[in-house]
């Protein structure tokens, strides 16, 4: 166990989290996001081209996610904070379901969509209303707001401060995700050598990297046995039948 009292979870999530409540993600087999081509809501290029059509395109994703619920293995993680667990999320994902579900400890690598930024300070951030984000709504230093979400070909800002956390895990579990995107895929290399880890995904068999232990369920079925497992002999033990 690492310095901290309690035992440290450290959990990777990704679209299949946040799939089981309701909210289409950007799957690479057909490039499209909600039948858009990426390249024409997710860049910086796509902004400066067309900002009206990509600022358009993060409200409806923003009223999407206002309307879904966290799901059971949304809760499941919550619970077992609340049960006296250390319990650290790192996500892919830019809904706040995990904060919606209870858990206090969520680092978003890709950013949080119910926020929006500054276009010159990234820095500068603010939560969006129900109006949405317009053409004209300035931050404090007079620049357009944007979407405060890591658009492709931009730094993930937020990474060197994930790979801390990882580093301090007792037990790493990836839920939802094939960690197949850089340089959230690096993530697990940064996990102290004597800490177990989990994958829950359908696809697990078939994602799963060396040294990672399979569970081939939906995260809603997958994670919810483990964290009663976790929390009947509070400990991070992988049990007998992963």
């Known amino acids: 166990m690492s310095e901290h009292q309690a035992p440290h979870l450290v ?13 289409k993600t950007f799957r ?4 499209l996001w909600e039948n858009h081509r990426v390249q024409d809501v997710a860049t910086p290029e796509a902004f ?12 409806a994703r923003r009223e ?21 667990f250390q319990v650290s999320v790192i996500t892919q994902n830019i809904d706040d379901l995990h904060e919606r579900a209870g858990s206090r400890d969520v ?3 890709h950013g ?17 209303g129900r109006k949405g984000i317009r053409l004209g709504d300035l931050c404090d230093k007079g620049s357009q707001l944007r979407p405060d979400v890591v658009w492709f070909g931009e730094p993930v800002p937020r990474y060197a401060q994930a790979c801390e956390i990882v580093a301090e895990a007792d037990l790493v579990l990836v839920v939802g995700t094939s960690l197949a995107v850089m340089p959230a895929a690096m993530l697990l290399d940064q996990a102290p050598i004597e800490a177990p880890c989990l994958l829950v995904d359908p696809q697990a068999e078939s994602l799963v990297p060396r040294g990672v232990r399979a569970i081939s369920q939906f995260a809603s079925q997958g ?5 009663e497992h976790w929390r009947q002999v509070g400990a991070l033990w992988v049990p007998d039948w992963v």
């Open 48 to 59: 400066a081209r067309d900002p009206e059509t990509v600022l358009r395109f993060y409200d």
């Open 28 to 31: 690479d087999g057909d490039g």
């Open 11 to 23: 959990v990777l999530t990704g679209a299949g989290i946040s799939a089981e409540s309701g909210l």
């Open 64 to 84: 999407q996610t206002r309307q879904a619920t966290p799901n059971a293995a949304h809760r499941a993680l919550a619970e077992l904070e609340q049960a006296g």
């Open 112 to 128: 949080e969509i119910l926020m929006s930024r500054s276009s010159a300070d990234p820095n500068l951030r603010y939560p969006v």
């Open 223 to 227: 994670v919810p046995p483990l964290v």
């Open 107 to 109: 680092l978003h690598l």
